[in-house]
């Protein structure tokens, strides 16, 4: 875990695409797409029906790391709204367990706007936790701390001689400076099937302004790999 400081409070950054909030010992995810693959073989498209398992042990395996007792997911949790009755007895079975020992919260995103809630856990459209904006879409203009999912950041970086792209966590700074109060945040895909977004797209640029400056961020090495995407015109 990478420790580094986002409006006034104290965070982690884990390498498997989770955040850690010390605080309110949460752990916070984004665009699980659970179900993806089942969805996609209702049209014909085949593939391998595991992600969901894959993405709940990825779940179960960072709240072991970091002992968080609260959880949450910040939207597109499942692939589609009809995903959660898809879901093979194993996989609701892990689910389950991991609803039953963790204060969950479901954000709801735009591919499961209308879930319920008959799988553990509470809903909501978006929460403020200590000062601290939860959705799922960043909000164009917004002036407080947000953190966000929906876009799936991910960065290309060359190490020695090869192109590597992983996904990364974007921040902007806001009026106070980055990761001060009024930064912003847009969390990578945690899902297992889940592709992603250039994280300089003018989609992710222009939805976290008004900014003096916008970073990829990349846990490696024990620190916070800073990438800048964009800067304000002196």
């Not at 693959?37 to 072991?64: H, I, K, N, V």
């Not at 099937?193 to 302004?209: E, K, R, V």
């Not at 846990?219 to 800048?228: E, H, N, W």
Request: aromatic share 8%; with cysteine.
């Amino acid at each position: 875990m990478v420790p580094f400081s986002f409006s006034g409070e104290e965070w982690r950054l884990g390498a498997a695409r989770w955040l850690f909030w010390p605080r309110e010992n949460a752990l916070l995810v984004a665009d699980l797409h659970l179900e993806k693959a089942s969805f996609f073989a209702r049209t014909g498209q085949m593939l391998p029906p595991y992600d969901s398992r894959e993405t709940l042990e990825r779940l179960a395996l960072a709240l072991r790391e970091t002992g968080a007792r609260r959880v949450f997911c910040l939207g597109d949790n499942f692939h589609d709204s009809d995903g959660a009755e898809r879901l093979e007895p194993h996989a609701r079975g892990m689910l389950a367990a991991l609803t039953r020992v963790t204060d969950w919260v479901w954000i709801t995103g735009n591919h499961d706007s209308s879930m319920d809630d008959a799988l553990g856990g509470t809903l909501a459209e978006e929460l403020d936790i200590g000062g601290v904006i939860l959705r799922h879409e960043a909000l164009s203009g917004e002036t407080r701390a947000e953190i966000s999912g929906h876009y799936h950041p991910r960065v290309g970086v060359t190490v020695r001689g090869r192109r590597i792209v992983r996904p990364c966590l974007v921040a902007a700074e806001g009026a106070s400076g980055l990761f001060a109060t009024g930064g912003r945040m847009i969390l990578p895909a945690f899902g297992a099937l889940t592709g992603g977004m250039n994280a300089a797209d003018p989609a992710i640029l222009s939805a976290l302004q008004p900014a003096r400056a916008i970073d990829a961020c990349l846990a490696a090495g024990g620190k916070l790999v800073r990438l800048p995407l964009w800067r304000a015109a002196a």
